[in-house]
């Protein structure tokens, strides 16, 4: 087993205070926590979070969203395999350089 280090962190108390609670609430230490976080950093080479700014134009609800908009609008193209998606993406590609 490695050996532990102590690293100390300055965090909002505000932050700390609720964090700590949800944590306990699940049944593990603010501790646990950011070991885990630190952990799944390391397991997935970036930050492990979905939505890093919530409602920022990256959320991951808000492309889920629009992914069912748009899979209701019977005016968007459909495509039979990703391949022929591609395709057009890539024809649509090269009228743009052709305008430009």
Same mark, same amino acid.
Request: hydrophobic share 40%; aromatic share 6%.
């Given at each position: 087993?490695?050996?532990?280090? !102590?690293?100390?962190? @300055?965090?909002?108390?505000?932050?700390?205070?609720?964090?700590?609670?949800?944590?306990?609430?699940? +049944?593990m230490t603010l501790s646990?926590?950011?070991?885990?976080?630190? !952990?799944?950093?390391?397991?997935?080479? @970036?930050?492990?979070?979905?939505?890093?700014?919530?409602? /920022?134009?990256?959320?991951?609800?808000?492309?889920?969203?629009? !992914?069912?908009?748009? +899979? @209701?609008? /019977?005016n968007r193209e459909r495509?039979? /395999?990703?391949?022929?998606?591609?395709?057009?993406?890539?024809?649509?590609?090269?009228?743009?350089?052709?305008?430009?």
């Amino acid at each position: 087993m490695a050996a532990n280090t !102590t690293y100390n962190i @300055r965090i909002d108390s505000q932050i700390r205070k609720e964090a700590d609670a949800l944590y306990r609430a699940m +049944g593990m230490t603010l501790s646990q926590a950011v070991n885990l976080f630190l !952990t799944q950093s390391v397991v997935q080479g @970036r930050l492990p979070l979905t939505e890093v700014v919530p409602g /920022s134009k990256f959320s991951l609800i808000k492309a889920m969203e629009e !992914t069912e908009l748009i +899979g @209701r609008d /019977s005016n968007r193209e459909r495509y039979s /395999s990703a391949k022929e998606m591609f395709a057009a993406m890539d024809a649509e590609d090269e009228a743009e350089e052709i305008d430009a």
